[in-house]
């Protein structure tokens, strides 16, 4: 079955799904930081890359990822209609997504991505996982 909107009119509906979901996922996580006692942060450090979250001094950069735009594979986030569309597309987001890491890593920078998903309280020991270095630094015991 096509998809009833165009192109054009399903990328702004996705558009604003995606600011919409950003910011409540990137709140989500400052929550955790609060929660775990994380200090120095930034949040939407103007550097080439734009990470959702900086730890100067650490030198670590972290991402948030929507599970749908960044192609996770923890529940069925591709819409069927146009589905080749989207395949391609989130292909290209996936790309880009390794070349900024890369462009990090190159810095020597550590890049730190996290799911949306893991940022559900049973998902949480696993976004905990990641944050360990963090974790670590800021002295606190887990
Ligand atoms: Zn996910």
């Known amino acids: 079955m096509a998809d009833i909107f165009d192109h054009k009119k399903r990328s702004e509906i996705m558009s ?23 200090k120095g942060w930034r949040r939407h450090y103007n550097v080439k890359g734009h990470p959702d979250f900086v730890f100067l001094k650490e030198r670590i950069a972290i991402f948030v990822d929507g599970c749908f735009w960044h192609g996770h594979d923890c529940r069925n986030t591709r819409p069927s209609d146009n589905a080749e569309y989207w395949a391609t597309k989130l292909e290209r987001n996936k790309k880009h997504d390794k070349e ?17 998903c893991e940022l559900k309280k049973k998902n949480q020991d696993v976004l905990l996982r990641k944050l360990t270095r963090l974790l670590y630094q800021n002295g606190t015991a887990i």
């Open 100 to 116: 900024i890491t890369d462009l990090f890593e190159k810095r020597g920078w550590s890049v730190i991505r996290i799911w949306e």
């Open 16 to 38: 604003s799904v995606r600011s919409k979901d950003n910011k409540s996922t990137e709140l989500k996580l400052i929550q955790v930081f609060d929660e775990y006692g994380i």
